[in-house]
């Protein structure tokens, strides 16, 4: 049997806490139009953290213990069609139609299209296109590390960052429930042979569940270091009040499940798909 790793892969690439343990769905009241939610997903940025999600599409053969060159172009064609950036972002708008209220879309693009919101867009944007997330880490780390050194107190803006757009706490359980339907896919098409059934899957990663979230801390920490470099203190605290109005946090607890609904139904498309380009392996 495989060692299989359940390290926080997924939310190091572009969920910064972008995603949650369930998808819920709240009827709006009078929920925003089409064209209305386009802006709003330029305006704050929401755009290219979805595109960003097809990045995570190259930790997918490292959970099932395989080699992304044993399925030689063809992993490259079928990764970029299950991971399609226009298909993700209509499944989002047609998610969004049915839950953004109108006051919460109106708050999040009026801070987003402020001078600091714009600015914060721009880095943002910039930091989810960065294709090397191992150089990425490794910058905020260092960024980290000399802070500490210092006595600053940015460390602890960056972590209370982290609190307000992972409110619930619930991100851990979200990354590993993606995890956890992508391996039970994969072990439905036939892609592996999965040595645990589903109780011994969920207590295997309830055991990793400390670990992979300490993991998740520190990588966040070190992105939202390396992301925000160019900001200073104050615009930072700015920030963060401006993530912990109520408006703000209903806004992000449902990016939060957008998010995590359609990173976890593209997996499982692909583990589905798997099945036509590498033979069963034994995880």
């Known amino acids: 049997m495989k060692q299989i790793s359940f390290l926080p892969t997924l939310a190091m690439r572009s969920l910064y806490g972008f995603v949650i343990a369930s998808f819920f769905v709240t009827c709006a009241a009078q929920a925003a139009d089409r064209d209305r939610l386009v ?99 490794q910058a905020g780390m260092r960024i980290i590390s000399d802070l500490v050194a210092d006595g600053s107190g940015r460390p602890q803006l960056f972590q209370r960052m982290g ?41 295997f990663m309830k055991d990793q569940q400390a670990s992979t979230q300490m993991a998740m801390q520190a990588a966040n920490m070190a992105a939202n270091a390396y992301t925000y470099q160019g900001f200073s203190d104050e615009e930072l605290e700015e920030y963060i009040e401006a993530l912990e109005q109520p408006l703000m946090q209903r806004v992000y607890q449902l990016l939060n499940a957008v998010t995590f609904e359609i990173t976890a139904n593209r997996f499982e498309q692909l583990a589905y798909r798997l099945k036509d380009l590498e033979p069963a392996q034994d995880l």
Do not use: C
């Open 39 to 137: 802006a709003f997903l330029e305006t704050t940025g929401f755009d290219v953290a979805l595109d960003s999600i097809a990045l995570s599409a190259e930790m997918a053969p490292d959970m099932l213990g395989v080699d992304a060159g044993d399925f030689g172009v063809a992993w490259t064609r079928l990764s970029k069609d299950v991971f399609d950036h226009t298909k993700m972002r209509d499944i989002a708008l047609g998610m969004l139609e049915e839950t953004l209220e109108d006051d919460a879309l109106t708050h999040a693009a009026d801070f987003y299209a402020s001078p600091l919101g714009a600015r914060l867009v721009v880095a943002e944007n910039a930091s989810h296109k960065v294709e090397d997330d191992e150089t990425k880490q």
């Open 163 to 203: 609190q307000a757009i992972d409110a619930d706490g619930t991100g851990v359980k979200a990354v590993q429930e993606i995890q956890f339907r992508f391996l039970m896919a994969a072990s439905a098409a036939g892609v592996i042979d999965l040595q645990l059934d589903a109780d011994g899957l969920r207590a």
